[in-house]
């Protein structure tokens, strides 16, 4: 059975946007906006990652390297000033749909293999990624006026 490698790739891919979102907070704490929701959405992403454990154990997590190479391929530190926030936004959103992808794809395998309680998880931390990645799509917008266009 395969669920065990994306519980694996999730649950790393989680924590790795944990840790993601909580460097940015800390890079642009002059933002209060920013590094408010970014620690909120941090401790989001390591409940999702807690949320996990219980399956992972069931299903005897496999954990592979991917999540570990996107983060260290899109995320090599934070950035300053206007332009580096938006591009520290847009490698969170990058990492986030990493996230919202495979819990789509492990709610199919939750579905395959009726584990109902595996489904509520998974309903419940999508709904959340989504809404992370809707922020991150609303803060870039907010940001890109004044990051592309004024000097």
Request: net charge negative.
């Given at each position: 059975?395969?669920?065990?490698?994306?519980?694996?790739?999730?649950?790393?891919?989680?924590?790795?946007?944990?840790?993601?979102?909580?460097?940015?907070?800390?890079?642009?704490?002059?933002?209060?906006?920013?590094?408010?929701?970014?620690?909120r959405l941090a401790q989001q992403c390591d409940e999702h990652a807690e949320r996990l454990e219980p399956?992972?154990?069931?299903?005897?997590?496999?954990?592979?390297?991917?999540?570990?190479?996107l983060h260290s391929e899109l995320f090599g530190g934070t950035r300053t000033g206007g332009i580096g926030l938006l591009r520290d936004?847009?490698?969170?959103y990058l990492m986030a749909a990493e996230c919202d992808i495979?819990?789509?794809?492990v709610g199919?395998?939750?579905?395959?293999?009726?584990?109902?309680?595996?489904?509520?998880?998974?309903?419940g931390c999508e709904g959340e990624t989504a809404v992370q990645l809707r922020w991150l799509r609303t803060r870039m917008k907010q940001a890109?006026?004044?990051a592309l266009v004024v000097a």
């Open positions: 059975m395969h669920l065990a490698h994306y519980l694996g790739l999730l649950h790393r891919a989680q924590t790795n946007l944990a840790d993601a979102f909580r460097q940015v907070a800390a890079a642009h704490a002059d933002e209060p906006d920013v590094r408010h929701l970014c620690e399956f992972a154990r069931r299903y005897r997590e496999q954990a592979p390297d991917e999540p570990d190479r936004l847009q490698d969170l495979c819990w789509t794809v199919q395998a939750a579905r395959g293999v009726r584990d109902e309680r595996l489904q509520q998880v998974v309903r890109a006026p004044q």
